[in-house]
């Protein structure tokens, strides 16, 4: 279970200027996006620019919580700064989810009052956003793996690209045949994309924030692990919470038996191992009780 908890130690520093390159681009191709939107009155097009822009300010916002990531647990932040890339990944998908409902309400208004559409600036000023789009993809691809942070940069990019080649197929379209409604419609599926993407990714950083217990860890068998071990009669008033995105911990009341109090310390050794190694709890903290004088009717979860 644990071999997920070690490879984003790897070079902190090595995507930063993959980073910075990403928001420039994403902020040069939104102006383009803006001037061309308003001088040929695509709506898809400054829904493209709109996104873009959130784009640009996703991935400034994820590069300064990848760099407060970093800083070391002090007296302030015991815990260390790991969850700045949760609170960044909170806002991005927050800022996702307007963007895709405010989308949705000028394609609903532009369906009821149609407006003329140039369709060749539209599909030029598309095809540039899709390349670039397309670069800023693959600058933040192989870091949006390991980081909940990254991912959502990296998502407003894909939403971005699919976007692109959207405008490029309505601007496409009212050429060949002046279908101007297909501006409000693509742009009604680029929201609609939006905000599925954002909700089935916003629940896990939720979570964190939560303090919910680890996905990938079933909390009962963590009770039953620590149960199996000789020596222990019972684990209870267990907290199972992820610190970050790579790190869970757990705390509880462990209670050992009456007749094994003399290998007490080596029974608590025994479950912080076995811990580690099968559910990768790396903070594991331990209050010990002998079962003489554990906890009366005590709860397994939660419980000072």
């Known amino acids: 279970?644990?071999?997920?908890?070690?490879?984003?130690?790897?070079?902190?520093?090595?995507?930063?200027?993959?980073?910075?390159?990403?928001?420039?681009?994403?902020m040069l191709l939104t102006v383009a996006q803006?001037?061309?939107?308003?001088?040929?009155?695509?709506?898809?097009m400054i829904a493209d620019a709109l996104h873009n822009f959130s784009d640009a300010i996703s991935l400034i916002i994820a590069a300064l919580a990848r760099k407060i990531a970093r800083r070391p647990a002090n007296a302030e932040m015991p815990f260390g700064y790991a969850r700045a890339e949760t609170v960044a990944a909170l806002i991005n998908y927050t800022t996702l989810i307007v963007i895709g409902v405010y989308l949705m309400i000028e394609a609903i208004l532009r369906f009821l009052s149609p407006?003329?559409?140039?369709?060749?600036?539209?599909?030029?000023?598309?095809?540039?956003?899709?390349?670039?789009?397309v670069v800023t993809a693959l600058l933040t691809y192989s870091m949006s793996k390991g980081s909940q942070n990254i991912r959502a940069a990296f998502l407003h990019n894909v939403a971005d690209a699919m976007?692109?080649?959207?405008?490029?197929?309505?601007?496409?379209?009212i050429l060949l045949f002046g279908w101007t409604w297909i501006d409000p419609l693509v742009t009604l599926l680029i929201a609609g994309y939006i905000l599925w993407m954002a909700l089935a990714e916003i629940g896990?950083?939720?979570?964190?924030?939560?303090?919910?217990?680890?996905?990938?860890?079933?909390?009962?068998?963590?009770?039953?692990?620590?149960?199996?071990?000789?020596?222990?009669?019972?684990?209870?008033?267990?907290?199972?919470?992820?610190?970050?995105?790579?790190?869970?911990?757990?705390?509880?009341?462990?209670?050992?038996?009456?007749?094994a109090w003399a290998r007490a310390d080596g029974i608590k050794t025994a479950v912080k191992k076995e811990m580690q190694t099968r559910f990768g709890l790396r903070h594991v903290t331990l209050e010990l009780e002998c079962s003489r004088h554990s906890c009366a009717s005590p709860q397994d979860w939660g419980g000072a």
Request: overall charge negative; cysteine-free; charged content about 15%.
């Open 34 to 44: 803006v001037v061309g939107g308003i001088l040929s009155g695509s709506l898809a």
């Open 204 to 259: 896990a950083v939720i979570r964190v924030l939560m303090l919910g217990s680890p996905p990938d860890v079933v909390p009962a068998q963590v009770i039953e692990a620590a149960q199996a071990i000789e020596g222990v009669a019972g684990l209870h008033k267990a907290h199972l919470w992820q610190v970050d995105e790579h790190t869970a911990a757990l705390q509880a009341h462990l209670v050992v038996d009456e007749g």
């Open 115 to 133: 407006e003329p559409v140039e369709g060749w600036m539209v599909v030029i000023i598309a095809a540039v956003a899709l390349v670039i789009d």
């Open 163 to 173: 976007g692109s080649l959207a405008v490029i197929l309505a601007g496409t379209l």
């Open 1 to 26: 279970m644990s071999h997920h908890h070690h490879h984003h130690h790897v070079d902190p520093e090595a995507g930063d200027f993959r980073m910075a390159m990403a928001v420039a681009v994403n």
